[in-house]
């Protein structure tokens, strides 16, 4: 309940009750939450005050506006530990959710410089550049963009591709993927990405660029992976 003299702020407290309402299953996952003016009624405080709760929920995750319809519970993020070098498919089957993919591009080009050198290749060497949505139980979660040196899979097609690319560099190539480096990146979707993540256009992104090797030292990708800020999070241990 609300306790009007407490030093903690109104709108915080609010806040809590509802984070609690969530917790409780009070208000379920996809659910319509009541509007402004119900809960502004409920606590007996004004609709600002309330509003300020809300956003910082819908800015926090836990609740997402449609406009015009009202506000909802969020699906809870997806945790994705900064460990393993693992592919989508596997993360997706681990957590017991589907795996599928959407091939939006498959050419083969001679890379920009940069992606070359990441690459190591040769001037002139070229590469399959492959864009895929890959979703979770049909629903799109990123979009990856991938550079392969077309020496490592000269066989690679669009159909192939669909599944998981891991497994099939694994099988192809006899031997076991070694490492990868990553970045981390915050950004504001693109519009043409915003389309295929179903997201709004001015919605926060994360993306992941991978360069991953094989055991033997020799690099097969080179990936710009755009994840939807509110559909993931990311967890690395620390130690001191
Ligand atoms: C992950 C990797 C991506 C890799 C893909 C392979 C990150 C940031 N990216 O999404 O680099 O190409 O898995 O998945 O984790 P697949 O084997 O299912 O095609």
């Known amino acids: 309940m609300l306790d009007k003299n407490s030093h903690i702020p109104i709108y915080i407290q609010i806040e809590e009750i509802i984070k609690q309402r969530i917790f409780l299953e009070e208000y379920k996952i996809g659910e319509n939450i009541p509007s402004e003016r119900e809960l502004s009624i409920q606590f007996d405080v004004s609709r600002m005050t309330v509003r300020q709760s809300i956003t910082n929920l819908v800015n926090s995750g836990l609740l997402y506006r449609e406009k015009g319809r009202g506000t909802y519970v969020a699906n809870p993020k997806l945790e994705q530990p900064l460990k393993g070098l693992t592919s989508f ?33 040769e001037p002139g060497e070229e590469v399959f550049f492959v864009v895929r949505i ?35 560099i694994e099988a192809k190539s006899h031997q076991k993927i070694g490492n990868a480096i990553q970045q981390m990146e915050a950004a504001i979707v693109s519009k043409e990405d915003s389309k295929f993540l179903q997201i709004n256009h001015a919605a926060p992104v994360l993306i992941i660029k991978r360069t991953s090797y094989l055991s033997d030292g020799v690099p097969f990708e080179l990936v710009r992976s755009t994840y939807r800020a509110d559909r993931y999070k990311f967890i690395s241990e620390i130690k001191r």
């Open 89 to 121: 498919t596997e993360d997706m089957r681990a957590r017991g959710m589907e795996p599928s993919s959407k091939v939006l591009r498959f050419e083969k080009i001679v890379p920009p410089v940069d992606v070359a050198g990441d690459l190591m290749l």
């Open 134 to 168: 890959r979703n979770a139980d049909a629903k799109p979660m990123a979009i990856e963009r991938t550079y392969i040196p077309v020496k490592i899979y000269p066989e690679l097609d669009e159909k192939k591709i669909i599944g998981s690319l891991y497994a099939l």
